[in-house]
T-cell receptor, first 121, second 108 residues
Framework: QAQLVQSGAEVKKPGASVKVSCKAS????????IHWVRQAPGQGPEWMGK????????MSAQKFQGRVTMTRDTSISTTYMELSKLSSDDTAVYYC??????????????WGQGVLITVSS | EIVMTQSPATLSVSPGERATLSCRAS??????LAWFQQKPGQAPRLLIY???TRATGIPARFSGSGSGTEFTLTISSLQSEDFAVYYC??????????FGQGTRLDIK
C-alpha cells in the first residue's frame, strides 16, 4: 500500500525559509514523480512543482521559481521541498502527492497528510 | 496558464437527489481533467481522471463527462458522505497544473 508521510507543522517568521519532507513507502519512491501542492485557507489547491526521485530533475511553477528548491535523499526514500523568503501569503497546507493508477498523468491518487506552515511575525 | 472556473460556488442538494457540478477551462484541455473531493482537514481524494474514468474504489454514482473546455461531475444519488468540496484540475498544458476554486456541496 503506497503511503506518503510528511513532516510536522511549523511556524515561521516573514523572510525565513521552511523545508518540508515527504517519505514514500515501498517501491513507489523511485517509480513515480513526486509533486508538491499547497492550499491556502479557504482556497483551491495550487501546484508548486515536481521532482523525479530517480534523476533528481525538477520542474516548478513560474510563480515559485527562485524561491522553491526540491531535493531528494534516495537512501531514505524521502523528498524535500524548501521555500524561501516566506511571507504571510505562504501560509498554507503543503502536500506531496503522486499518481499511481494513471501513472502517465499527474492525477494524484496518493497524497501525504499535509503540513500546515504558518508565517507570522 | 489555463484558468479553471467552477460553478456554482455552492450547491445545496437534498440527500438522494442528483448533483451536477460544472468546470470550464479557459482553453482546451482535451480530456486531461481530474475531479477531487475534499473534506475538512483531509487531503483531496481523486474521484475521476481522464475526464470520465473513475478512480479505483470510487462508487458508480460518481460520473464525469466532457472534453475540450466544458466538463461535468455528476453524483447520481447523494449520500451523506458526499457533502464536501469538489475541485477540478487540468493537466493538459503544464506547467503549471491548475485547479479550480471549488464547488461546496451542502445539504439542503
Amino acid at each position: 500500500q503506497a503511503q506518503l508521510v510528511q513532516s510536522g507543522a511549523e511556524v515561521k517568521k516573514p523572510g525565513a525559509s521552511v523545508k518540508v519532507s515527504c517519505k514514500a513507502s515501498g517501491d513507489i519512491f523511485t517509480g513515480h514523480h513526486i509533486h508538491w501542492v499547497r492550499q491556502a485557507p479557504g482556497q483551491g489547491p495550487e501546484w508548486m512543482g515536481k521532482i523525479d526521485p530517480n534523476s533528481g530533475g525538477t520542474m516548478s511553477a513560474q510563480k515559485f521559481q527562485g524561491r522553491v528548491t526540491m531535493t531528494r535523499d534516495t537512501s531514505i526514500s524521502t523528498t524535500y521541498m524548501e521555500l524561501s523568503k516566506l511571507s504571510s501569503d505562504d501560509t498554507a497546507v503543503y502536500y506531496c502527492a503522486i499518481s499511481i493508477e494513471a501513472a502517465a498523468f499527474p492525477s494524484y491518487d496518493y497524497w501525504g497528510q499535509g503540513v500546515l506552515i504558518t508565517v507570522s511575525s | 496558464e489555463i484558468v479553471m472556473t467552477q460553478s456554482p460556488a455552492t450547491l445545496s442538494v437534498s440527500p438522494g437527489e442528483r448533483a451536477t457540478l460544472s468546470c470550464r477551462a479557459s482553453q482546451s484541455v482535451s480530456s486531461n481533467l481530474a475531479w477531487f473531493q475534499q473534506k475538512p482537514g483531509q487531503a483531496p481524494r481523486l474521484l475521476i481522471y481522464g475526464a470520465s474514468t473513475r478512480a479505483t474504489g470510487i462508487p458508480a454514482r460518481f460520473s464525469g463527462s466532457g472534453s475540450g473546455t466544458e466538463f461535468t461531475l455528476t453524483i447520481s444519488s447523494l449520500q451523506s458522505e458526499d457533502f464536501a468540496v469538489y475541485y477540478c484540475q487540468q493537466y493538459n498544458n503544464w506547467p503549471p497544473i491548475t485547479f479550480g476554486q471549488g464547488t461546496r456541496l451542502d445539504i439542503k
